[in-house]
C-alpha cells in the first residue's frame, strides 16, 4: 500500500526529526531540524507535507514556501526503504498543486552543487537549471553554519 500524504502534524514531529538526521546527515542536528520546524510553523504554518506508512511512520516529507510571487520547495526526503518507487514524485507533485492554489506563479528550488542524482530528479519532473548565482549571509553571528553544528539533543 502507498504512503498517504498529508499536512504535518505535531503528532508528526519525532517522526520527521529521524527522517531528516537520515536523509540530511550533514546537518546532523536535531536541534537545528527542531528550530527550522518551529521557524517554518510560526511564519507560515503550510504548507508542509508527510507520507506516512500503513504502519503510521514518517516515510517521506516536503516542506514548501510562499515568498508572494514564487513558490519554494525544501527539505524533500524520502526513507531508504521507500526510494525509487515514486513516493519522492508524489511529495513534489502534491507541493506543486499547493503551492499553485496559493498563487505561486513559479516553484523554485535549491540543490547543492555536486547532487547530480537529485538534479536528474527534478529534471525529470520538468525543473531546468537557470544561470544564477546564489547567496547566502548568516544573520546569526554566533551561531554555527548549518552542517557544522553537531550537537544531537533536543
Known amino acids: 500500500m502507498e504512503p498517504e500524504i ?3 502534524s505535531d503528532a508528526d514531529l519525532s517522526g520527521v526529526l529521524r527522517l531528516w538526521l537520515e536523509c540530511f546527515p550533514e546537518v ?3 536541534i537545528v531540524f527542531r528550530e527550522m520546524i518551529d521557524r517554518k510553523l510560526a511564519t507560515q504554518p503550510g504548507p508542509f507535507l508527510v507520507a506516512i506508512s500503513a504502519e503510521g511512520s514518517v516515510v517521506g ?3 514548501g514556501g510562499m515568498d508572494g510571487l514564487n ?3 525544501y527539505l524533500v526526503g524520502v526513507n531508504q526503504a521507500f526510494r525509487r518507487a515514486g513516493l519522492g514524485t508524489r511529495l ?3 507541493m506543486e498543486q499547493r503551492l499553485h492554489e496559493v498563487g505561486a506563479a ?6 547543492e552543487n555536486g547532487r547530480d542524482q537529485i538534479v536528474n530528479f527534478y529534471h525529470s ?30
Open 92 to 94: 513534489v507533485r502534491a
Open 125 to 154: 519532473m520538468g525543473y531546468r537549471i537557470q544561470p544564477r548565482i546564489s547567496m547566502v549571509k548568516m544573520l546569526q553571528e554566533d551561531r554555527p553554519e548549518i552542517g557544522q553544528e553537531n550537537g544531537e539533543g533536543s
Open 106 to 111: 513559479f516553484v523554485c528550488l535549491q540543490v
Open 28 to 30: 546532523r542536528s536535531l
Open 6 to 8: 498529508r499536512d504535518y
Open 71 to 73: 513558490g519554494w520547495i
Open 61 to 63: 516529507t516536503v516542506v
